[in-house]
């Protein structure tokens, strides 16, 4: 969503990347609700912000390596 919705933000933003998960879970045959689908996408941006904080802080603490 980050790279496909550069210039959409905030709810806009969530909205699509809601209606973009719903296809591919449809499309396996899964079924979420809209709460289930909020708290998994948030884990997930979590997650990822997470990652990149964490590797951004290893790589400033080994000098850029």
């Known amino acids: 969503i980050e790279q496909i919705y550069k210039d959409v933000h905030g709810t806009e933003k969530l909205e699509k990347a ?7 879970l449809e499309e396996k045959g899964i079924k ?3 709460v289930e689908l909020v708290i998994l996408l ?8 997470y990652k990149s904080l964490t590797d951004f802080i290893n ?6 390596e």
């Open 42 to 49: 948030e884990s997930a941006v979590k997650d990822i912000n």
């Open 59 to 64: 790589e400033v603490k080994n000098g850029g």
């Open 18 to 24: 809601k209606e973009t998960m719903l296809a591919l």
């Open 32 to 34: 979420i609700s809209d």
